[in-house]
T-cell receptor, first 117, second 111 residues
Framework: EAGVAQSPRYKIIEKRQSVAFWCNPISGHATLYWYQQILGQGPKLLIQFQNNGVVDDSQLPKDRFSAERLKGVDSTLKIQPAKLEDSAVYLC???????????????FGPGTRLTVL | DAKTTQPNSMESNEEEPVHLPCNHSTISGTDYIHWYRQLPSQGPEYVIHGLTSNVNNRMASLAIAEDRKSSTLILHRATLRDAAVYYC????????????FGQGTTLQVKP
């Protein structure tokens, strides 16, 4: 079974530029998560999708971050414009857990390491 | 959201058992105890989870206190590949399923 795929693996941009990350979850997984992990810290949830609907985006900085999950499969996370403090690893995860149902494990991708100069 | 408390770091010798503790005194009745680990330059990886009874799988064992306010992840024979950050999380059906990660425990394994 293929795992969660993410691209690119690394990205370096200058502040005020825009950047986009792509995630392909495990086939059949309805729930998709984007996390931000700053060096030395645990991952922090940015947004959660159930199929193509947003379940939780309470910690997403909506003035600069946006995310979509068209057709309930792949997802993209965009930052525009980027700030220095956005330097982090952006992790995508997927799960087969239905909303309100049993809590199954999450499968994480390798992440995209973003450096903002 | 209920929080967990873990030691910042632990050391172990290769091929010896490792007991990683976690306190979760505010756990609710529907919260499952999950453990993930993160190897360097990789995304977190699911290790094990349980509700009330002790659990075993191919990777580890999970011992849950009778009052559920603490748990211990047990690696029976540590290998160098087990060196990672280990996160203990509470995962309840009462929320949307999001995981709240703390700082975790950095496990160092000595040859």
């Amino acid at each position: 079974e293929a795992g969660v795929a993410q691209s690119p693996r690394y990205k370096i941009i200058e502040k005020r530029q825009s950047v986009a990350f792509w995630c392909n979850p495990i086939s059949g997984h309805a729930t998709l998560y984007w996390y931000q992990q700053i060096l030395g810290q645990g991952p922090k949830l940015l947004i959660q999708f159930q199929n193509n609907g947003v379940v939780d985006d309470s910690q997403l900085p909506k003035d600069r971050f946006s995310a979509e999950r068209l057709k309930g499969v792949d997802s993209t996370l965009k930052i525009q414009p980027a700030k220095l403090e956005d330097s982090a690893v952006y992790l995508c995860a997927s799960s087969s857990s239905p909303l309100g149902g049993p809590r199954n494990e999450q499968f994480f991708g390798p992440g995209t390491r973003l450096t903002v100069l | 959201d209920a929080k967990t408390t873990q030691p910042n770091s632990m050391e172990s010798n290769e091929e010896e058992p490792v007991h990683l503790p976690c306190n979760h005194s505010t756990i609710s009745g529907t919260d499952y105890i999950h453990w993930y680990r993160q190897l360097p330059s990789q995304g977190p990886e699911y290790v094990i989870h349980g509700l009330t009874s002790n659990v075993n799988n191919r990777m580890a064992s999970l011992a849950i206190a009778e009052d559920r306010k603490s748990s211990t992840l047990i690696l029976h024979r540590a290998t160098l590949r087990d060196a990672a950050v280990y996160y203990c999380l509470l995962h309840g059906s009462g929320n949307t399923g999001k995981l709240i990660f703390g700082q975790g425990t950095t496990l160092q394994v000595k040859p």
